[in-house]
């Protein structure tokens, strides 16, 4: 091994991933719904000091297990209670990733080939994003991962202790991915691993003491608060958290249902460049040293990809675990073709040339979209809509240039490779993309919020520790538990609608309500209108 090759593969993953994952996490709020529920849920516990029960309003949750609250809480103890602290998890979650991949690839294959894959999931669009998100999925996906990782080194192993280790690595990472998102995690990693054998037709890949490794492993970690939430409430949070799971694969929740197809549509799109680059490392044939690693790969792919298309609720970052094996494809390929000198494939360079224009065109034409908004009300027949557009917003007028510069970076690099510059093209590609995400967060998605929910958020804000009822009427939101930070013990009627509009209330109600929602609660003489920002309508009750 060429240390000093390590080090620099290292120390430029590092510093990449610091410099473009963690400046800029509070630059926008936190998003509704995920980011916000799952945030307001650390809040909760910071403020109650309960830390085994997971609660939204201070009421029990039931659909996510503790740990990845638990990392956002710990955030928070430290850094307060903020877009920053809430997102920092991710945005380390993708250091370690970054890293796990340089090292995983090296072992696999050398230096080199860990560090294109690293550099695939940096720089490919939702890959990238989501290490910028307050949401679970990048940490359970990093466990499902390793948990495969570790069987496949397990089953590859001769030596029967260190066998029998990997295989209680492999049981530790699907228990702590139970923990963090629930038994999914081990249903996907049984789809994959029986699938896997299957193609070797069932014969003996592993030891019954390493299955009952595993087993235990994976049992004791998810049973340290699966089970003692049992023992000591009973069975009744365990079956809400069963039933929640079932109506997601059965029904479309909170408006998510989407065609079968949609997954496959948002990776092929949204995780460019890999997305182009992979399909060559689907296709390659792997030799019998790759195959035991490399073929879960694929079986893991396809895994997630048709089981959440089968899932009736469809939400973008289920499907997210996918980018994992994408990128370690796409980096195959690249391995492949750099060490022998050769071509991209003509296909390939046409479909990044192709996409790559495409995002770079959705990039520049955004910002100059709302800078002349007033040119697009006649089409909108949403009000709500319009009186979004409608607030005020400093543009600098510049900011179309992102995707210029980006369009410019990937014609070079596309040069680059077509010249057999294939690193100097690939490092361009990748980094540009990453670079290009990273400012269009910290300049555009700011402006953009603007339009969206940022006046209703500071409305919650603006009145944060009075000793209100704050309401959001007419359309479902967290935000309002978390930037009004709403305080424990409050009146149980408080929870309905009705008493809030005119019963007895013990103290004043704000209402916010979209524009579109506002004539209804004209109709109540004692609710005065107080204002309006934006697409929102902010209205107040006296105490009665």
Known sequence: MNIDKNRKYILIITLSALFLFIPFLGSVHLFDWDEINFAESAREMLVTGNYTHVQINYEPFWEKPPLFFWFQAASMKIFGVNEFAARLPNALTGLITLLTFYFIGRRLYNERFGFLWALCYLGSFLPHLYFHSAIIDPLFNYFIFLSIFWFASSVKEPEKIRSARFAFYSGLFIGLAILTKGPVGLLIFCLTVLIY????????????????????????????????????????????????????????????????????????????????????????????????????????????????SIVTTKIVHYSSLAYFPLSFLAAVYLKQITEN????????????????????????????????????????????????????????????????????????????????????????????????????????????????????????????????????????????????????????????????????????????????????????????????????????????
């Not at 092929?268 to 490399?294: D, Q």
């Not at 603007?450 to 209100?468: L, M, R, W």
Request: overall charge positive.
């Open 197 to 308: 054998w299957s193609f070797l037709k069932f014969r003996r890949i592993t030891t019954v003491r390493n299955i009952l490794i595993f087993g235990f492993t994976a049992f004791a970690v998810s049973f340290l608060w699966f089970g003692i939430e049992t023992l000591r409430n009973g069975t009744w949070f365990l079956k809400e958290f069963i039933i929640y799971q079932i109506r997601l694969f059965t029904t479309p929740d909170a408006g998510h249902g989407q065609p079968f197809y949609y997954h496959f549509l948002v990776v092929a799109i949204g995780c460019f460049p890999i997305s182009v680059l992979a399909i060559m490392g689907f296709v390659k044939k792997e030799t019998e040293t790759e195959y035991n690693f490399t073929r879960l790969m694929k079986i893991l792919f396809w895994v997630v990809m048709i089981l959440f």
């Open 341 to 544: 000198n050769l071509r991209v494939n003509k296909f390939i360079l046409i479909a990044l040339i192709f996409v790559g224009t495409i995002f770079s065109l959705l990039i520049t034409a955004l910002p100059l979209l709302f800078m002349y908004k007033e040119h697009i009300y006649v089409y909108l027949k949403d009000p709500f809509a319009v009186a979004c557009l409608q607030t005020p917003v400093t543009w600098g007028g510049y900011e179309f240039l992102i995707g210029i510069i980006y369009l410019v970076s990937v014609i070079f690099a596309l040069l680059q490779i077509y010249s057999r510059n294939l690193l100097k093209g690939l490092y361009v590609l990748f980094f540009s993309t990453a670079i290009c995400i990273s400012v269009f967060l910290a300049v555009v998605a700011p402006k953009i919020e603007e339009y969206s929910q940022k006046p209703a958020i500071e409305y919650f804000q603006k009145h944060a520790g009075e000793d209100v009822y704050m309401v959001p009427f007419g359309y479902k939101s967290y935000a309002h538990y978390f930037y009004f930070q709403t305080p424990p013990n409050q009146n149980p009627l408080s929870a309905e609608i009705q008493w809030l509009l005119n019963g007895k209330t013990d103290k004043p109600v704000y209402f916010v309500a979209k524009v579109t929602k506002a004539e209804e609660l004209k109709k109540y003489t004692d609710i005065k209108f107080i204002g309006q920002k934006g697409g929102y309508a902010l209205y107040f009750r006296p105490r009665q």
